[in-house]
């Protein structure tokens, strides 16, 4: 009987795991839009000093100083679409290039 509820509580409790980080995520405002994740980052980076600190002196040991990173997820997103659509908007005169050169290549190397 217990061979049989093992693996649905092992189940159960990886979909409650999952379910619970993707609510966080949720609620923290990770899967909104890039205005969203920047709040959300400037709300960990003010939360999680502190909290490395106490766990620090909790359990008696010393990180090495973290580097600074400045990185905007806006501008990120921001030019990650621009790429994108310049890709998009290049693409039928890319296209168009590519076959003549593959058309001229086919008659080259037919004669």
Same mark, same amino acid.
């Given at each position: 009987?217990?061979?049989?509820?093992? &693996?649905?509580?092992?189940?159960?409790?990886?979909?409650?795991?999952? %379910? *619970?980080?993707? /609510?966080?995520?949720?609620?923290?405002? +990770?899967? *909104? %839009?890039?205005?969203? *994740?920047?709040?959300?980052?400037?709300?960990? =980076?003010?939360?999680?000093? &502190?909290?490395?600190?106490?766990?620090?002196? /909790?359990? *008696?040991?010393?990180? &090495?100083?973290?580097?600074?990173?400045?990185?905007? &997820? +806006?501008?990120?997103?921001?030019? %990650? $679409?621009?790429?994108?659509?310049?890709?998009?908007?290049?693409?039928?005169?890319?296209?168009?290039? /590519?076959?003549?050169? %593959?058309?001229? /290549? $086919?008659?080259?190397?037919? =004669?």
């Amino acid at each position: 009987m217990a061979a049989k509820i093992l &693996p649905v509580v092992k189940f159960a409790t990886k979909v409650t795991i999952a %379910g *619970g980080a993707l /609510y966080v995520a949720y609620d923290s405002g +990770l899967l *909104g %839009g890039s205005e969203q *994740g920047s709040v959300a980052l400037g709300r960990a =980076k003010a939360a999680i000093p &502190p909290a490395v600190e106490e766990w620090m002196k /909790y359990f *008696g040991f010393e990180l &090495p100083a973290t580097p600074k990173i400045e990185f905007s &997820p +806006l501008d990120a997103w921001n030019s %990650g $679409v621009k790429k994108s659509i310049h890709t998009l908007s290049v693409a039928p005169s890319t296209v168009s290039d /590519y076959t003549k050169q %593959g058309l001229q /290549y $086919v008659k080259n190397h037919l =004669k």
